[in-house]
């Protein structure tokens, strides 16, 4: 049984793609085999943006990893080995390098995009050796050793089931031995002392030490994304947006860039026009010295992107140029992610931008008195059932935000609510964009039992 | 505020800022009625217990009275408390521009579901190309019209059913001139009375003491008569074209109102487009016996008002029974146009209540055994064969039939992709829907 498997592996097709300088496989067709992220990565490459390099691994893959009883299938790891060795010698950097380590991210990416229902592991690649060489290569030792604990603190809860919370205990005590309020209090020693405490508990959890080599850590990585697919939440979340006939999800291995490297480095995420509105102006925020993460988290209130002038006006316009690019290659409104490393851009993710029913009929009017898209195209890009936001009275958002406040909220369909959440207002807008279109109401993730199938109320009068 | 909502709330509801039920969902009565008048409407909300005759309500432990006020939104379904500030949405030159383009592109014609004047005119701002469906029944809900419906009711013999008949005759004329003059140039599809008498009656013991004294009669009558009109299940039972048989005089006052009303509109040389619509249809002999009727009376009246021009009034049915559609070859014999009405048809075909599908829906949709809501989105696979069936067997025997679809369908996106498939005339909708429909309509045709 198991060598028929094998033999069946080795037939298996093409399982990875390389997106860099030197050669980008993927096509903008693909996007059942690559996924949205990994066929926009590839296109965004192909012409001519700043992005990281890396590579994608198919959903094809995904799928034999669910057939071959949830293991990698032959083959693979030699694949990601090959390109891994492209990466290294593309950037000049090593895994594992006590020099100029190199650090990738692991992201899920399917064919249709399921925003944060499955894994992501950052910063991987480090480990002893290389959180030295973060330090070098960067002069900010801190810097490398915050983030090296971010990877064991992040693989050990996604990839090896570590509960963060153990993670967040052992943060405290350092935080108290060291007097610091926040995080970024902790000094460059605290920081080393954590790392050293994350390894103990991880261990102690795990029953195995922190995988020290780099393509063990990707190894483990790519399988916890592929076991992501079949989670809970991901599987509701298909459920309920009603997704069927994919495969799985593809993997993108991508060469890490920081935006939280000082002052000149920064992160942010922008739509190519208004997605409420559909006026044709760059609409987005940013946030100087963070990460991705830290948008999400909230923790922060990021600037909007027209502020960006003011801090880094050569970025502002690079960004504007890639803007109208993007926009005449996809010939649609785009949603994307950058991050600025060290006051260079670095392009991460483009897909076409969710909108409100008033802003698809503006942008698709726009657009094709811009000539660029032809009056059928027009036709075609509003969603119908979306006009009904434009034809009947809603409440002002100030005023039902105020309602909410002061506890007047009585009922409410909990339809998506907890699997969710944003404190950003472009994420907080994004996500009320998808829930402005969501077809159907009372389709709650849970099953209705009789006490939460009366507990939902269902949408009306559209 | 109500547990549930029924044609006896019409007035009610209509009155109505908003409206809130406890049980039912996005297809029940409450819902597709606010749907077709703009109204603001939460269907299904279970957390909130409503007594009706203490007139109070509570919700999550809080207790409302009707002095409270309370705000619902109708896309999201919450309900909160106090007035939060509304706005009103503009509709932009982009919007008339996109309404351009779906009449460059669209084939298919969009009408609209609507019942009085004012809801025509609305549609027509929208857009709407026509009235597919307008309901006789809610006409005679209004204000002291119900009274003479329901003497109507009461009658005991066909000269006292006649009297009150013809009290209502000049309230039909007018609403019916008033809908033609709305709708100029324009073709409007009346429905004869459609559901049971029952739902004309109280039933209530107040209301029925009340109903006694005005109509000068006992409260026995009364509830010996709503008795005696009870039905086990009234969907099946005596209603549409079945009144008529067993009336025919309801159906000659409503010919006699609708032809009087054009020849009306036609001497102020207002272009009126009737098309009387039969429903309810499951055998050819029905329409043939109905439609010879209907053509007999149109005749009288223009003689008796020495009317010598033409009236162009077609005479048609509603396919909503799947017999009809299994022998639609024979029932076109009779009719001018078909006019789907997938509600009725889909309740028949799956043998589903559309009052009570609540109650197992959400299991079927998380099972999967059904992909989604068929009162939303037409069954293409089952209940669309029978619609396939009716337009191509139909069409056998009478190649021009205009064929329509007039249900909540009429509106849904990927429905009207399968009307127009099918080659469907148009499909019509409520007002508010109409601009998705034209848009649809056209996305359909570019599509193909």
Known sequence: ?462 | MRKETNPEDIDGMHSAAGILTSTGGMTSHAAVVARGWGRCCVAGAGEIHIDEKARKIKINGKTFTHKDVLSIDGSTGEVMVGEVETQTPKLSGDFSTVMKWTDKYGSMKVRTNADTPADAKRARDFGAQGIGLCRTEHMFFEGERIMAMREMILAENEADRKEALTKLLPVQRKDFVGIFTAMKGLPVTIRLLDPPLHEFLPHDDKSQAEMASRLGVKRSVVKNRVLALHESNPMLGHRGCRLAVTYPEILDMQVTAITEAVIACKKKKVDAQAEIMIPLVGTANELKLLGDRVRVVMAEVKEAKKYTGKLNILVGTMIEIPRAALTADQVSEHADFFSFGTNDLTQMTFGYSRDDINTFLPDYLNEEILPRDPFQTLDTTGVGQLVEMGVQKGRSTKSKLKCGICGEHGGDPESIEFCHKVGLDYVSCSPFRVPIARLAAAQAALGA
């Open chain 1, 1 to 462: 049984m198991a060598k028929k498997v094998a033999k069946k592996a080795s037939r298996a097709p093409k399982m990875t793609y390389y997106f860099g300088k030197g050669k980008t496989e993927g096509k903008n067709d693909q996007k059942q085999l690559l996924g949205g992220k990994g066929m926009n990565l590839a296109e965004m490459t192909r012409i001519g943006l700043p992005v990281p390099p890396g590579f994608t691994i198919t959903t094809e893959v995904c799928d034999l990893y669910y057939k071959n009883k949830k293991k990698l299938p032959k083959g693979l790891m030699d694949a990601v080995n090959k390109n891994v060795k492209m990466l290294e010698k593309e950037l000049g950097k090593k895994f594992g390098d006590t020099k100029l380590p190199l650090l990738v991210s692991v992201r899920s990416g399917a064919a249709v995009s399921m925003p944060g229902m499955m894994n992501t592991i950052l910063n991987l690649g480090l480990n002893d050796a290389s959180v030295v060489g973060l330090a070098n290569a960067t002069g900010n030792e801190r810097f490398a050793y915050d983030a090296y604990r971010r990877l064991i603190n992040m693989f050990g809860d996604v990839v090896c089931g570590v509960g963060h919370e153990y993670f967040e205990h052992a943060f405290d005590r350092i935080k108290a031995k060291y007097h610091a309020k926040e995080d970024n209090d902790v000094p460059l020693e605290g920081m080393i002392a954590l790392c050293e405490s994350y390894k103990k508990v991880f261990r102690k959890h795990y029953g195995k030490p922190f995988p020290q080599d780099p393509i063990k850590q990707l190894e483990l990585a790519v399988e916890a994304v592929f076991a992501s697919w079949m989670q809970m939440r991901a599987i509701r979340y298909r459920q309920v947006e009603n997704i069927t006939g994919l495969l799985g999800t593809a993997v993108n291995v991508q060469s890490m860039v920081f935006g939280n490297m000082g002052d000149d480095s920064g992160t942010g995420v922008a739509f190519t026009r208004d997605p409420s509105t559909g006026e044709n102006k760059f609409y987005g925020e940013f946030l100087i010295n963070a990460q991705g993460e830290d948008v999400v988290a909230g923790i922060r209130t990021p600037q909007p992107v027209a502020e960006m002038t003011k801090w880094n006006k050569k970025i502002y316009d690079q960004l504007l140029k890639i803007k109208d690019k993007l926009e005449k290659h996809y010939r649609d409104v785009q949603d994307i992610e950058f991050t600025i490393e060290k006051g260079k851009l670095y392009m991460l993710q483009t897909r076409n931008g969710k909108r409100t029913g008033a802003a698809a009929v503006k942008i698709a009017c726009d657009m094709v008195k811009e000539k660029l898209i032809k009056e059928k195209e027009g036709v075609m890009r509003i969603p119908a059932g979306d006009l009904t936001q434009l034809l009947l009275p809603s409440f002002s958002p100030s005023a039902k935000a105020k309602a909410k406040k002061t506890g007047g909220l009585l009922s409410v369909c909990q339809r998506r609510l907890g699997l969710l959440s944003a404190s950003s207002p472009l994420l907080r807008l994004r996500l009320s964009i998808v829930r402005l279109r969501a077809k159907k109401c009372c389709s709650c993730g849970k099953k209705p039992t009789p006490k939460t199938s009366t507990a939902c109320t269902r949408r009306l009068a559209s």
